[in-house]
């Protein structure tokens, strides 16, 4: 019934920028906490950045200051801006929304982002 998708991956050179956006369909949109999270070939997926419906944030250590996440709540669309990508930000980028009142979560079906010259 949820859905969750990505768009906006794609080539860009390294010092380039890119915002990756994700839209939330079939749901109510203030009960979930939204993240990215990415996972190259052969490794974990990790956890890029969280927002809550207030616009709290929390980001970890390879994105901080270069990454922006920021939603619109209006249009149930969750951002992520990336600025200053290195090639090893290359990865699949998700989607999630995690219910805050459930805990269940909901994954987008991921869009590759390229950072190469």
């Known amino acids: 019934q949820v859905q969750l998708v990505e768009s906006g991956g794609g080539l860009v050179q390294p010092g380039g920028s890119l915002r990756l956006s994700c839209v939330v369909s079939?749901?109510?949109?203030?009960?979930?906490?939204m993240g990215w999270y990415r996972q190259a070939p052969g490794k974990q997926r990790d956890l890029v950045a969280t927002?809550?419906?207030?616009?709290?944030?929390n980001y970890a250590d390879s994105g901080k200051g270069r990454f922006t996440i920021s939603r619109d709540n209006a249009k149930n669309t969750v951002y992520l801006q990336m600025n200053s990508p290195k090639p090893e930000d290359t990865a699949v980028y998700y989607c999630?929304?995690?219910?805050?009142?459930?805990?269940?979560?909901?994954w987008g079906q991921g869009t590759l982002v390229t950072v190469s010259s």
């Open positions: 999630n929304a995690e219910n805050v009142f459930s805990r269940l979560q909901l």
């Open positions: 079939g749901g109510v949109f203030s009960r979930y906490k």
């Open positions: 927002i809550t419906f207030g616009s709290t944030t």
